[in-house]
């Protein structure tokens, strides 16, 4: 089911164009990653999507009908750039934010002493944010953007400023708010998160969108026919076999058994690349490499060119 | 509009409930209080210095003549004395050196000499002395010769001062006594009120938005609510702050104004009258008594003479709007820019016909009908402090009417200039803003 959809989005700052007809569609419950290099436009769909600025063409949907302005109580939104008030007690603050998202003081003090507790900081309570470390602020402000329960979650780069710890708690937090029902649009350069979190992707590169789809097809697709053998045999012969059917990229000898790993140049089937080792070697392990998220990222972008 | 006002409470209670807000409150009122406690203090009790005048007397009329008081004493000294002591002055006993010449009679003047810068009384008062004496011995003799009986007398009932009373007449043909000193003192003070208050907070407003803009909150909070809503919220909010800073002080004034009426009781009157004729008698010639007792009243009665009704509405519509033209123009500087420098250059040209209006202050209080005054309380920039400089001396209704309406134009001119940079600059980082850019972002569509 869609929760929220943008639909040939396009957006032309002064003397730039931010977004060509860009489209997106979000399942509900799920984890949509938003990416691309800088200046590519995230940060702007980000904003449109948000009500802070209107797309000149094109509309975006939330729940299969147009944004409108009030919306924006079931958006949570934390964005790249962030922070909040130095002097300001925090709990007062926090309370403040959920207020201006459409709590009641009394729906807000509730779910925050919820969040509160499980992060295990009620003792903040009262403290001023500048008396906090900046991973302790990036925690008060991960609550003050779940705090009223939004269907849909907007994380711009949510791990900055975050140790690895920390991080990982965060991660765990995002996975429970899935699980629980909320759709989340994860926009990072963190492509190992990517890969760990996201359901489905798109890339933006330069205004336009150029790649979307399910991020495990989408690694399937960018698949360049690399395989990593394990063999126990003479490294010459396989060579010589193998000829100029491919490229070796790299390979290492052991005592245990020798590592090749090859690209093979006229897309023919792993089968066939079996089959020509078979008679020259002792086949150990056969895999085929399937391109991380960050070999994804570069080559679609490069490609771009 | 709700979240409007949500802002609004976290700006006004954010505010009010600083330390520094209730110390400015009840500070500016005693600093008032202490500064004409001071001015009369300074004006009774001037001096209290006892000095020895060495006075050299070549004319010898002088001798044990010269009135002496508690802290002024002269000392006659001899010829001898004289040179000696004019060369050593420093180390002597004597504070100053009087020296007065066989011909002062005819040429009228004297030398005062001294180590020191001699204070402006003392020789004020030495002045007067030397003055008084001789005038009552040449009297003295023109008497004698004219040998008319009690001219003394005579001539003292001829002394006259009049002291004009200006009444006011009002549409409806009542007359009030009217004190253009008054009007003077309520003029100065309404501009510089008005001045200060929209500068104070107007930059408030400024610096909250620059704040928010600096601590990068601003995207959280416009992801909220619309800027305008944060903007509007922000701009009353602290207007009210102003409002219930004025509300507190006009609640305190008002208590003082009714307890120095019921103090001022006519026995206290004449003991205030006493002592002010007392700290007169040195200024000038002497007073008598019932008119210093009845000008203390009489001004207590004028400032309550003064359209208080009319002052108190005007300036609180001309504080809100020109408020509202300069904090929301201010405003939309602190969203424009994105560090304190490049905020003073954007500044001043906004606060500078504020300043202007200062300037004005003192050729409308010379003149308010003048074409400076009437220019001044036209032009929306200045008329909030010119309008109400002018307001304690009556102003013809169709002026005032003609100049809250300009100002009310202008002030939704800059509403809708603000809303539009104030947008656009929110989340504009890193970028260096000129007026040419600012006008591009006038053009945007929303």
Known sequence: MELFSANNVTKVFADTRALTDVSISVNEQSIFGLLGPNGAGKTTLIRIINQI????????????RRMRTSDVAHIGYLPEERGLYPKM?????????????????KEAVANLKKWFEKFEIMDWWNKKIEELSKGMQQKVQFITTVVHEPKLLIFDEPFSGFDPINANLLKREILQLRDEGATIIFSTHNMGSVEELCDHIALINKSIKIVDGPTHEIREKYKSNIFEVKYKGDFKKVDQTLGFQVKILEHTENEKANRIRIQH???????????ALIPVAEIVAFEEIIPSMNDVFIKAVEEDK | MNKTILILKQEYFKRVKKKSFIILTLLVPLLFVGMFALIILLSVNNDKQERTIAVFDESALFLGELEQDEYTKFHFIPKEEYSELKSDLKNSEFYALLYIPENIYSAGTAQLISAKQVPIELTEKIQRRLSQFIEKDKRQKV????????LDDRLAATQTSVKLNTLKISETGEA?????????????????????????????????????????????????????????????G???????QVAIWVVVGMIVLTAMQSFFTPESAQQMGQSLMESRQSMGPAMNQDAAQSQVTAALEMVGNLNLGLILFTFVFYFLAGYLMYSSLLGAVGAAVDNDEDSQQMVLPIT????????????????PEGPVAFWGSMIPFTSPVAMLARIPYGIPTWELLLSMFLLLLAT??????????????????GKKVNIKELIKWLRYKS
């Open chain 2, 176 to 236: 009030t006594q009217s004190s253009s000193e008054v009007a003077f003192i309520a003029s100065y003070a309404m501009g510089f009120i008005i001045y200060f208050f929209v500068f104070m907070y107007g930059s408030m407003v400024m610096r909250s938005v620059m704040e928010e803009k600096k601590n990068r909150i601003v995207e959280v909070i416009i992801s909220s609510v619309k800027p305008f809503q944060l903007m509007a919220g922000k701009i009353i």
């Open chain 2, 352 to 367: 500078f016909p504020l300043i202007i209006s200062i300037m004005l202050l003192f050729p409308i209080a010379r003149n």
């Open chain 2, 412 to 429: 939704l001119g800059a509403i809708w200039v603000a809303a539009k940079i104030y947008k656009t600059g929110l989340l504009m980082y």
């Open chain 1, 89 to 105: 007690k925090i709990g007062e603050q926090a309370i403040y934010l959920a207020q201006l998202k459409g709590l009641s003081r």
């Open chain 2, 238 to 244: 602290t207007a009210l702050v102003g409002l219930t």
């Open chain 1, 53 to 64: 600025t209107a797309p000149d063409t094109g509309e975006v949907r939330l729940q299969g």
């Open chain 2, 143 to 150: 008497i004698d010769e004219a040998g008319i009986p009690d």
């Open chain 1, 265 to 275: 140049l006229n897309g023919g089937t792993s089968n066939e690349l079996l089959q």
